[in-house]
């Protein structure tokens, strides 16, 4: 693909996170690059290590040693700003996590008017025309309780959208939703990835990482056991493990 | 005075004496010397007293709340610095604050604010608005902590997520949701404070009850003016709890 000729973006170095004095190896030694404009999907069973690495990329788990490396600078060093890092890097989550207290609009333009300093004018229009893409438009003034599952993640992406992130991190952004909304999430994801944004995705959507994935990597027990193209992964895969995986997956 | 009695002696004819015998003690009461005015300046500053008190109490109990469940929160994963120092120091300080406060009686705490710590200061309105308020903060606190601690946790993540810093999380993302859940609790509050500055006779404040008071002295008759104070007091009490309860259905139809 070609990604892998585009500039590295995060750069992840040897990176552990343990519990209970490394009782519990969460994390055991990951080592990986993210470029621009590359669709990475993270696949692994249950307690693979695979969200805790995802949240690690914005320090909302904090590795107990290891290096992440974002646009260059080193996040995980004490004098580093997160705060300002995390503006770069939009996170989805699996339970949405939309403002429950705000109207959609107001989710979205909160961090813009706050944090970018952008006028309440700027920042409506900027989330108008991106709920205009999600096909939302006609809920901006609705509150988040009033919104069907696959509407309150797709409010949830395009909030994040609102900051103009370097990169999106999708911690099982379908999970939680019921099977018929699955869909309509997973389709903003490729019109997305289409558009260029670069992507950490966590899933279980083996068809998504197959159809949109530039790179895929298997997570078993903290470590990275296998990486490469979805095609690699999915048509021809020689290790065991992931051969069980998804043998019991697909 | 004399009018006074004539009509009281002409009313006399048309009433059954025990009928009679109530006009008199309201009229003794109330109506002679205008008594009536010590129960309305009481309620004036027994109401003055509760708003002060409950504005200062709120802004204490929303920063007390803030250091008490930061410290819970985060004290774990904090680098070592002056940043987790000063949490801590901040902290004990709160809870010596909660449990002194909580630990004695509130009209014991208004006379060391009035005759200790301003003993110099001759106004008694401020000494009470601070004993009342430094008091009620304590009972805030726990209140608003228990509303932040119910918060989920997605809702931190997401602010900190979108580059709010922690402080930035609290003000625009937890803090109006915890309000919101603790809004009867808080309410609650503010309709003890009322009842509780009832003491504030203790210091010379001619509050609603001191007033009640000053009118049983000069009548010898303790019926009417203690049944109107109690009166007063319910009549305050009910109408603040209506007036919650709508607010309460409002905010709750803002989700919808």
Known sequence: ????????????????????????????????????????VIIGPSGSGKSTFLRSLNLLERPTSGTIT???????????????????????????????HLSIIENMTLAPTKLLKMSKEDAEKK????????????????YPSQLSGGQKQRIAIVRALCMSPDVLLFDEPTSALDPEMVGEVLDV?????????TMAVVTHEMGFAREVA???IFM???????????????????????????AKVL | MINMLSAGSRICLALPTWAQKIHDDFVLNFVNEDRYMYLVKGLLMTLEITFLAVILGVILGVIAAIIRSTHDKTIKDMRPGFGKVLLKILNIITNVYLTVI?????????????????ASSTNQVLVAVLAFGFNSGAYVAEIIRSGIMSIDNGQFEAGRSLGFNYIQTMVYIIIPQAFKNVLPALANEFIVLIKETSVSGYVGIMDLTRGG?????????????????????????????KLVSVLERRLRNSER
Request: glycine share 6%.
């Open chain 1, 70 to 100: 974002f646009e260059g600078i080193d996040i995980t060093s004490p004098s580093t700003d997160i705060n300002k890092l995390r503006q770069k890097m939009g996170m989805v989550f699996q339970h949405f996590n939309l403002f429950p």
């Open chain 1, 127 to 142: 989330a108008r025309e991106l709920l205009a893409k999600v096909a939302l438009e006609d809920r901006a003034k609705a």
């Open chain 1, 189 to 197: 994801m490729k019109d997305l990835a289409k558009s260029g944004m």
């Open chain 2, 213 to 241: 008071d000053v009118i049983r002295s000069r009548t010898f008759s303790a019926f009417m003016p203690l049944l109107a104070v109690a009166g007063i007091y319910l009549i305050i009490v009910i109408f603040f709890s």
């Open chain 1, 1 to 40: 693909m070609s990604a892998d000729n585009n500039e590295v973006l995060i750069s992840v170095k040897d990176l552990c996170k343990h519990y209970n004095m490394g009782a519990i190896k969460a994390l055991d030694g990951i080592t990986t690059d993210i470029r621009k404009g590359e669709v990475l």
């Open chain 2, 102 to 118: 909580r630990g004695t009686p509130v009209v014991v705490q208004l006379m060391i604010t009035y005759y200790i710590i301003f």
């Open chain 1, 214 to 216: 530039t790179r895929v």
């Open chain 1, 220 to 246: 078993d027990d903290g470590k990275i056991i296998e990486e490469g193209t979805p095609d690699e992964i999915f048509t021809n895969p020689t290790n065991e493990r992931l051969k069980t995986f998804l």
